[in-house]
């Protein structure tokens, strides 16, 4: 079992930066992949961005690519999304996920591949 615990949302201006982390704990000797997720008023959970348990693959979705950066540290049991150029098209709730993966590149992307997920954590972009 894997258990996320979320912080870093906010309140910022448009051009601004944020960090999100997410820490989680459970049994770490077995391999899993995290991810980042968002959702907006009305909209769906959508992809953001994916990280293998190695820390090797990355996966980022377009609206995203060169803005923001997924990393994990080398204990493998805390993920970081780093946010820069934040536009107002980027307030959701975002969502840190984690599943467990058979092979330690794999990246998983689409919500239906997550089995754990953290409470959320509102990120607020005015302009």
């Known amino acids: 079992q894997v258990q996320l615990a979320e912080s870093g949302g906010g309140l910022v201006q448009a051009g601004d930066s944020l960090r999100l982390s997410c820490a989680a704990s459970g049994r770490s000797f077995t391999s899993y992949a995290m991810g980042w997720f968002r959702q907006a008023p009305g909209k769906e959970r959508e992809f953001v961005a994916a990280?293998?348990?190695?820390?090797?693959?990355?996966y980022y979705t377009d609206s995203v690519k060169g803005r923001f950066t997924i990393s994990r540290d080398s204990a493998k049991n805390t993920a970081w999304l780093q946010m820069n150029s934040l536009t107002p098209g980027d307030t959701a709730v975002y969502y840190c996920a984690a599943n467990y993966v058979k092979s330690s590149g794999v990246v998983l992307t689409t919500v239906y591949e997550y089995h754990y997920w953290g409470q959320g954590t509102q990120v607020t972009v005015s302009s």
């Open positions: 990280i293998s348990w190695s820390g090797g693959n990355t």
